[in-house]
């Protein structure tokens, strides 16, 4: 009997109608939802199938997936992306959402055109949050703050009085709001050299020049300030409070009023919302369970178990949300906030906007030059769409291609049957099968989409065929001028130093360790090797954060060891040779074990007659070193060297993860480059892959360079 009940259920079970949701949450953010999704089943019957994908991917597989109806029935996302979402066709309206059950400015986000779409779960915004134990009253205006943080801050033990993440443009923005700024002029377009802008990048450069902030600040390093008692103030959202040591007693506070203005630091409010896919193919089912996930018993989940600021009115009211203070004083801070606008134009601000800010504060553009700076470079990201052109001249010429190709093979085979030109056609194809249905799936066929799609040019999910405008547009640097960091050749000299100077190091400390470590009479030569492999056993991207935390130039490692030996600080991204030479040190430091232990290695082939016959003949070690060693580690050495100037031309991590491209992107590779216009600029997949073309075409021609150097081939 029991077993009968156990089919009937999975019968039943398999019967029952599914539902699949997407999110970026992890931790109790995820643990909340999973709730709520098994609370959604209890009461309707419907399985739900819950998916975590990254945050920073989600949007991409979205835009990918749900219009070739692979992707889920709800997904939760932000509504920075809803216009966007919307001109692709891939979020459906809400049918059901009731804007007198949510806070007023969720739901005005969630507008688009007198349409409503999604429906909203939390708010997130930017407040004030003040260390108790150091007994500073709130600060209600920037006069008050500025006092606050002039007696809190010591710089000489490395206290300060605020902290928050100055580079970055959703940072800064209610202080560029607060100084009266406007982000669009009434067309639409955004405008960025205003005084205003000028205003709030004075205010915030003298408050890091008299040293009440820190420099070059990440969300770490915030953290551990505010923990550690040594920033009396952080700027930051909800999520803080997850990062805050539980022993440190804090208050959560309004940003200040702009006290030359009178205007309030107005934050952006994010609004994160259950949006319902265009192509599900049960409608009424998902508009259930988004409005689900967004009130009553859900929602108090989300807040006790996730942390979230709910978007729901109700909630408010719930006992167990009333007296979380935390709850409740972001809920204040909302009221002030400014719904982060959801045009398309909104996404082409922040690059420009964090170009514009880091320069200043790293004390290579004036305040008052800084708007200009963004300007300019705005306009060279934003190009317009090329002119669409026709694909049927490219489709004939490929296929003309084809049938010369073919005619010719005939033409060479002419009057030889096949099995008599290739009598061991059938087992040498059986053998090279599995190794060329792998090259042709991992090789091939990505090559040939990559080829096709850099002909096409990609605006918001619509792909328009434009020939070789996007090869073009880059050859002539449009937009920009060829000695500025946009242009092509500019980055591929920056490539091509990048590569040379890091092989020519690598190379250098290899072989001259090696060369210590093959000495028959070196003591602990084993436990030397070993040392001297980790940085290369040690994953690049992680070698790449501790690096960049010891560049820091005013907590780093390096610039502590430059103080003691009596030598200033250095700023080590804001100037190109630095930022370019921190990361030539980082790759150094990855790279030399490589070509220790292939040195190493032949070294030790070497037949020690030799030497023994130079001495003998009175010749000297740098002769035994040019004439035998040089000559006999080639053949072991040079392949080596071709390999590794491969590798080091496309490492991303440690150009994007130790000088993200500082300063201004002057130190971007090619390929970190392509990487940007990808994923970073409107999401421009045909000019990224043209870029990724002619990377190809430089790394072929490189190739047949070395393949003379090797003798592979007659020169």
Same mark, same amino acid.
């Given at each position: 009997?029991?077993?009968?009940?156990? *089919?009937?259920? %999975?019968?039943? !079970? $398999?019967? +029952?109608?599914?539902?699949?949701?997407?999110? =970026?949450?992890?931790? @109790?953010?995820?643990?909340?939802?999973?709730?709520?999704?098994?609370?959604?089943?209890?009461?309707?019957?419907?399985?739900?199938?819950?998916?975590?994908?990254?945050?920073?991917?989600?949007?991409?597989?979205?835009?990918?997936?749900?219009?070739?109806?692979?992707?889920?029935?709800?997904?939760?996302?932000?509504?920075?992306?809803?216009?966007?979402?919307?001109?692709?066709?891939?979020?459906?309206?809400?049918?059901? *959402?009731?804007? %007198?059950?949510? !806070? $007023?400015? +969720?739901?005005?986000?969630?507008?688009?055109? =007198?349409?409503?779409? @999604?429906?909203?779960?939390?708010?997130?915004?930017?407040?004030?949050?003040?260390?108790?134990?150091?007994?500073?009253?709130?600060?209600?205006?920037?006069?008050?703050?500025?006092?606050?943080?002039?007696?809190?801050?010591?710089?000489?033990?490395?206290?300060?009085?605020?902290?928050?993440?100055?580079?970055?443009?959703?940072?800064?923005?209610?202080?560029?709001?607060?100084?009266?700024?406007?982000?669009?002029?009434?067309?639409?377009? %955004?405008?960025?050299?205003?005084? +205003?802008?000028?205003?709030?990048?004075?205010?915030?450069?003298?408050?890091?020049?008299?040293?009440?902030?820190?420099?070059?600040?990440?969300?770490?390093?915030?953290?551990?300030?505010?923990?550690?008692?040594?920033?009396?103030?952080?700027?930051?959202?909800?999520?803080?409070?997850?990062?805050?040591?539980?022993?440190?007693?804090?208050?959560?506070?309004?940003?200040?009023?702009?006290?030359?203005?009178?205007?309030?630091?107005?934050?952006?409010?994010?609004?994160?919302?259950?949006?319902?896919?265009?192509?599900?193919?049960?409608?009424?089912? +998902?508009?259930?369970?988004?409005?689900?996930?967004?009130?009553?018993?859900?929602?108090?989940?989300?807040?006790?178990?996730?942390?979230?600021?709910?978007?729901?009115?109700?909630?408010?009211?719930?006992?167990?949300?009333?007296?979380?203070?935390?709850?409740?004083?972001?809920?204040?801070?909302?009221?002030?906030?400014?719904?982060?606008?959801?045009?398309?134009?909104?996404?082409?601000?922040?690059?420009?906007?964090?170009?514009?800010?880091?320069?200043?504060?790293?004390?290579?553009?004036?305040?008052?030059?800084?708007?200009?700076?963004?300007?300019?470079?705005?306009?060279?990201?934003?190009?317009?769409?090329?002119?669409?052109?026709?694909?049927?001249?490219?489709?004939?010429?490929?296929?003309?291609?084809?049938?010369?190709?073919?005619?010719?093979?005939?033409?060479?085979?002419?009057?030889?049957?096949?099995?008599?030109?290739?009598?061991?056609?059938?087992?040498?194809?059986?053998?090279?099968?599995?190794?060329?249905?792998?090259?042709?799936?991992?090789?091939?066929?990505?090559?040939?989409?990559?080829?096709?799609?850099?002909?096409?040019?990609?605006?918001?999910?619509?792909?328009?065929?434009?020939?070789?405008?996007?090869?073009?547009?880059?050859?002539?640097?449009?937009?920009?001028?060829?000695?500025?960091?946009?242009?092509?050749?500019?980055?591929?000299?920056?490539?091509?130093?990048?590569?040379?100077?890091?092989?020519?190091?690598?190379?250098?400390?290899?072989?001259?360790?090696?060369?210590?470590?093959?000495?028959?009479?070196?003591?602990?030569?084993?436990?030397?090797?070993?040392?001297?492999?980790?940085?290369?056993?040690?994953?690049?991207?992680?070698?790449?954060?501790?690096?960049?935390?010891?560049?820091?130039?005013?907590?780093?490692?390096?610039?502590?060891?430059?103080?003691?030996?009596?030598?200033?600080?250095?700023?080590?991204?804001?100037?190109?040779?630095?930022?370019?030479?921190?990361?030539?040190?980082?790759?150094?430091?990855?790279?030399?074990?490589?070509?220790?232990?292939?040195?190493?290695?032949?070294?030790?082939?070497?037949?020690?007659?030799?030497?023994?016959?130079?001495?003998?003949?009175?010749?000297?070690?740098?002769?035994?070193?040019?004439?035998?060693?040089?000559?006999?580690?080639?053949?072991?050495?040079?392949?080596?060297?071709?390999?590794?100037?491969?590798?080091?031309?496309?490492?991303?991590?440690?150009?994007?993860?130790?000088?993200?491209?500082?300063?201004?992107?002057?130190?971007?590779?090619?390929?970190?480059?392509?990487?940007?216009?990808?994923?970073?600029?409107?999401?421009?997949?045909?000019?990224?892959?043209?870029?990724?073309?002619?990377?190809?075409?430089?790394?072929?021609?490189?190739?047949?360079?070395?393949?003379?150097?090797?003798?592979?081939?007659?020169?």
């Amino acid at each position: 009997m029991l077993f009968l009940a156990l *089919l009937s259920a %999975s019968i039943a !079970l $398999a019967d +029952a109608p599914v539902l699949k949701l997407w999110h =970026g949450y992890r931790g @109790g953010e995820e643990q909340a939802i999973e709730q709520a999704a098994k609370a959604f089943t209890a009461l309707t019957g419907t399985q739900v199938e819950l998916l975590a994908v990254p945050y920073d991917a989600l949007s991409s597989k979205l835009t990918s997936a749900i219009p070739h109806e692979a992707g889920p029935d709800v997904f939760i996302f932000a509504h920075e992306r809803l216009r966007q979402f919307h001109r692709m066709k891939i979020v459906a309206p809400s049918v059901a *959402l009731d804007r %007198s059950k949510y !806070l $007023a400015p +969720a739901v005005d986000a969630l507008e688009l055109d =007198g349409t409503l779409y @999604g429906y909203p779960l939390s708010i997130k915004c930017l407040a004030l949050f003040l260390r108790e134990d150091r007994g500073f009253a709130a600060p209600t205006t920037t006069a008050e703050l500025e006092r606050l943080l002039t007696q809190a801050a010591d710089p000489s033990k490395n206290q300060f009085g605020l902290a928050y993440e100055a580079g970055d443009f959703y940072f800064h923005a209610p202080i560029f709001f607060g100084f009266g700024g406007v982000l669009f002029k009434p067309d639409g377009r %955004s405008q960025f050299d205003t005084p +205003a802008m000028t205003s709030s990048m004075k205010w915030v450069k003298s408050l890091q020049d008299r040293k009440l902030m820190p420099q070059e600040v990440s969300g770490a390093l915030v953290k551990t300030l505010f923990n550690e008692n040594r920033a009396a103030v952080v700027i930051s959202g909800p999520w803080f409070t997850g990062e805050i040591d539980p022993g440190v007693p804090y208050s959560i506070h309004p940003l200040p009023i702009v006290s030359d203005t009178g205007l309030p630091m107005a934050p952006f409010l994010g609004v994160e919302a259950a949006f319902v896919s265009s192509r599900t193919r049960q409608p009424e089912l +998902a508009q259930a369970f988004a409005k689900f996930l967004s009130l009553g018993d859900a929602t108090v989940t989300r807040v006790t178990l996730g942390r979230q600021i709910p978007a729901e009115l109700a909630a408010y009211e719930n006992e167990v949300v009333a007296k979380d203070q935390m709850i409740t004083a972001f809920r204040a801070v909302a009221e002030r906030g400014t719904p982060t606008p959801n045009t398309l134009e909104m996404a082409r601000v922040w690059e420009p906007m964090k170009l514009a800010l880091r320069a200043v504060l790293q004390g290579g553009v004036a305040p008052e030059d800084a708007g200009a700076l963004a300007d300019r470079r705005y306009r060279a990201l934003n190009r317009e769409a090329p002119p669409t052109t026709s694909p049927l001249p490219w489709i004939i010429g490929i296929v003309i291609g084809l049938l010369a190709f073919v005619g010719y093979q005939l033409r060479a085979g002419r009057g030889t049957s096949f099995a008599r030109r290739f009598p061991e056609a059938g087992r040498g194809l059986l053998y090279v099968a599995p190794a060329a249905t792998g090259l042709f799936v991992l090789v091939i066929i990505p090559f040939v989409i990559g080829l096709s799609l850099s002909l096409f040019h990609h605006d918001a999910g619509d792909y328009t065929f434009v020939g070789l405008a996007n090869f073009t547009d880059i050859l002539t640097s449009k937009g920009y001028r060829i000695t500025e960091p946009l242009s092509f050749y500019f980055t591929l000299v920056v490539t091509l130093v990048w590569t040379l100077a890091n092989v020519v190091l690598h190379v250098s400390i290899g072989l001259f360790l090696a060369i210590l470590l093959k000495d028959p009479l070196l003591k602990l030569r084993g436990v030397y090797r070993v040392l001297l492999i980790v940085p290369w056993a040690v994953p690049n991207y992680i070698t790449a954060m501790m690096w960049k935390g010891m560049f820091h130039q005013q907590f780093g490692a390096i610039n502590a060891i430059l103080g003691h030996l009596g030598v200033e600080p250095v700023s080590w991204f804001t100037h190109w040779t630095t930022s370019f030479a921190a990361n030539v040190i980082t790759n150094t430091w990855l790279g030399f074990p490589f070509m220790m232990v292939v040195s190493l290695g032949a070294l030790q082939s070497i037949p020690t007659d030799l030497y023994e016959a130079a001495e003998v003949d009175g010749a000297s070690k740098w002769t035994q070193f040019r004439r035998i060693t040089l000559p006999l580690l080639k053949p072991a050495l040079l392949p080596a060297v071709i390999l590794g100037s491969v590798w080091t031309f496309n490492m991303f991590n440690i150009i994007y993860l130790v000088s993200g491209g500082e300063p201004g992107g002057g130190t971007d590779i090619l390929v970190s480059e392509a990487y940007r216009w990808a994923f970073q600029r409107n999401e421009q997949y045909g000019f990224a892959a043209a870029y990724s073309v002619l990377i190809f075409f430089v790394l072929f021609a490189w190739s047949q360079v070395t393949k003379r150097l090797s003798g592979a081939e007659p020169a």
